[in-house]
């Protein structure tokens, strides 16, 4: 994803969705000003952030990047829906409802050295969710949640939350392997 952002007030002004096929893609029109570019990956970090880019009139700008791989995994936690509640055809985690009663206590990542525990944060807006993404800390927020820079090993993931049985799944992390952004569905106690 390229994130365009501007470097006065750091709103977003462009935001597109990328594939490997867009190489050398061109984006526009801008307003004229100053800017800080931005690529968001799954399994990959950009070795530079918030990329100054000034955009005049009828000028073209040029913007590289380089990533690195990173391990990490990415998920979202559900309360089990019922059959009418699920969507057929399109990714779960894209149209899922939020279920307002399920409050996530802690989601806990454990292996290869490795003991995270991250506890659910408020987001203001936008800008703050795009800044947490961009800076690839680890997160949890409402019912979403990532680790990030993890090396490669095996880990297992716990979630608690009020009202539902502990949740624990192994996961495998290869660097620059993307693990699918799945739904975790609880079980009610």
Same mark, same amino acid.
Request: proline content about 5%; glycine content about 8%; hydrophobic content about 30%.
């Given at each position: 994803m390229?994130l365009l952002?501007s470097e006065?007030n750091r709103k977003?002004?462009?935001l597109?969705?990328?594939?490997?096929?867009?190489?050398e893609?061109?984006?526009?029109?801008?307003p004229a000003g100053k800017?800080l570019a931005?690529?968001i990956s799954v399994?990959?970090?950009?070795?530079?952030?918030?990329?100054?880019v000034i955009i005049?009139?009828?000028k073209?700008?040029?913007?590289?990047?380089v990533f690195?791989?990173d391990?990490e995994?990415?998920?979202?936690?559900?309360?089990?829906l019922k059959p009418?509640?699920?969507?057929?055809?399109?990714?779960?985690?894209? +149209?899922?409802q939020?279920?307002e009663?399920?409050?996530v206590?802690?989601?806990?990542?454990t292996?290869?050295?490795?003991?995270?525990t991250?506890?659910p944060i408020?987001?203001?807006?936008?800008n703050?969710?795009?800044?947490?993404?961009?800076?690839?800390?680890d997160?949890c927020?409402?019912?979403?949640f990532?680790?990030f820079?993890?090396?490669a090993?095996?880990?297992?993931?716990?979630?608690?939350?009020?009202?539902?049985?502990?949740?624990?799944?192994?996961y495998?992390?290869i660097p620059?392997?993307?693990?699918?952004?799945?739904?975790? +569905?609880?079980?009610?106690?």
């Open positions: 390229f952002r006065d977003t002004v462009a597109h969705y990328l594939s490997a096929n867009d190489r893609k061109r984006y526009g029109p801008l800017y931005d690529m399994a990959a970090r950009t070795v530079d952030t918030g990329v100054p005049e009139r009828n073209i700008e040029k913007i590289d990047f690195e791989a391990g995994l990415r998920g979202f936690v559900s309360a089990p009418e509640n699920r969507y057929a055809g399109m990714p779960e985690v894209v +149209y899922q939020d279920n009663n399920l409050r206590q802690s989601i806990t990542l292996g290869n050295g490795i003991r995270r991250l506890k408020q987001q203001k807006n936008m703050d969710w795009e800044q947490l993404i961009l800076s690839r800390s997160f927020h409402q019912k979403r990532g680790f820079g993890l090396p090993g095996n880990y297992t993931l716990s979630i608690k939350a009020e009202g539902y049985k502990l949740y624990e799944k192994k495998s992390v620059g392997i993307p693990n699918k952004f799945s739904v975790t +569905y609880l079980t009610p106690d």
